[in-house]
């Protein structure tokens, strides 16, 4: 069993930046492909970026490609998002999530593959 659990979400204005972080415990994260979701307010909860456990493939959402990247610390057992330029759209709970057991590439877009799921933090970007 693996718990994670995220921070750094707050409230910015619109250009602004957030990191967000996503700490894992209960066992190490570094045979995990990883991935951020996100959920505003009636919606469902969508992707926004993934990472193989090398960290040496990601992908993107178009809404947040060239804005935001998606980074691991496999030493620290902790994944990152790095936002810039947010935008208002952007707000919502942030999810980070895990699946273990995945090939070297592996890339996961698909929200109900991911095993592992923090409890969110809140992004409110203003306009």
């Known amino acids: 069993q693996v718990q994670l659990v995220e921070s750094g979400g707050g409230l910015v204005q619109a250009g602004g930046s957030l990191r967000l972080s996503c700490a894992a415990s209960?066992?190490?994260?570094?045979?995990?492909?990883m991935g951020w979701f996100r959920q505003a307010p009636g919606k469902e909860r969508e992707f926004v970026a993934a990472?193989?456990?090398?960290?040496?493939?990601?992908y993107y959402a178009d809404s947040v490609k060239g804005r935001f990247t998606i980074a691991r610390d496999n030493a620290r057992n902790t994944m990152f998002l790095q936002m810039n330029s947010l935008k208002p759209e952007d707000t919502g709970v942030y999810y980070c999530?895990?699946?273990?057991?995945?090939?070297?590439?592996?890339?996961?877009?698909?929200?109900?593959?991911?095993?592992?799921w923090g409890q969110g933090t809140q992004v409110t970007v203003s306009s």
């Open positions: 209960g066992r190490t994260i570094g045979r995990d492909a």
């Open positions: 999530a895990a699946h273990s057991a995945t090939g070297l590439y592996t890339i996961i877009v698909d929200r109900r593959v991911y095993d592992y």
């Open positions: 990472i193989s456990w090398s960290g040496g493939d990601t």
